[in-house]
T-cell receptor, first 117, second 111 residues
Framework: GAVVSQHPSRVICKSGTSVKIECRSLDFQATTMFWYRQFPKQSLMLMATSNEGSKATYEQGVEKDKFLINHASLTLSTLTVTSAHPEDSSFYIC?????????????FGPGTRLTVT | DQQVKQNSPSLSVQEGRISILNCDYT??????FLWYKKYPAEGPTFLIS?????DKNEDGRFTVFLNKSAKHLSLHIVPSQPGDSAVYFCAASAISEKLVFGKGTKLTVNP
């Protein structure tokens, strides 16, 4: 149980275009999902907290107009990188909390490698 | 200011022996701690967690110890297996649900 999927696993796009990444909780409901970014040999950096049916909460320094988050259902959150630039190239990982469990465990998706050329 | 610190970037252990991964934190408001395992180009996998009301939690080969007075926790893996080779992240939470991660420790278990 507690499986989270992400799509696509890899994407290459041209500078100036937008890319959408999907995060799905497959066997549980998640009122809260999280989006992280990982740079090489670095820790996971929380970008934003996505709440079902409401606006996402962005961490300091993360541009909300550039990284659009939509959490339209209890099993799906999307991250759209708008007007992508090469510096947006990174490994993006989502996670989800099981709404019906206690504790703060987050279950992570497999990640999406974004390359902006 | 790094609130969760994993001071050892790497650790090498012989198969069958114990692996001890350490983590220190500075925020006394943290009340829940987790360990994740991560392979390259994959998302982290949840391993084990511990609430601040406990000082030990065990799950198979994995045991997490929490020393609140020292603001220190450790993950023990025994016996270590080559398949345990990965990067291990310590994470902490303070009610808000957000997890704060350490920078990770790369564990290599040699056959």
């Amino acid at each position: 149980g507690a499986v989270v999927s992400q799509h696509p696993s890899r994407v290459i796009c041209k500078s100036g275009t937008s890319v959408k990444i999907e995060c799905r909780s497959l066997d549980f409901q998640a009122t809260t999902m999280f989006w992280y970014r990982q740079f090489p040999k670095q820790s996971l950096m929380l970008m934003a907290t996505s709440n079902e049916g409401s606006k996402a909460t962005y961490e300091q320094g993360v541009e909300k107009d550039k990284f659009l988050i939509n959490h339209a259902s209890l099993t799906l959150s999307t991250l759209t990188v708008t007007s992508a630039h090469p510096e947006d190239s990174s490994f993006y990982i989502c996670s989800a909390r099981d709404s019906h469990r206690g504790g703060y465990e987050q279950y992570f998706g497999p990640g999406t490698r974004l390359t902006v050329t | 200011d790094q609130q969760v610190k994993q001071n050892s970037p790497s650790l090498s252990v012989q198969e069958g022996r114990i692996s001890i991964l350490n983590c220190d934190y500075t925020n006394s408001m943290f009340d829940y701690f987790l360990w994740y395992k991560k392979y390259p180009a994959e998302g982290p996998t949840f391993l084990i967690s511990i609430s601040s009301i406990k000082d030990k939690n065990e799950d198979g080969r994995f045991t997490v110890f929490l020393n609140k007075s020292a603001k220190h926790l450790s993950l023990h893996i025994v016996p270590s297996q080559p398949g345990d080779s990965a990067v291990y992240f310590c994470a902490a939470s303070a009610i808000s649900e957000k997890l704060v991660f350490g920078k990770g420790t790369k564990l290599t278990v040699n056959p």
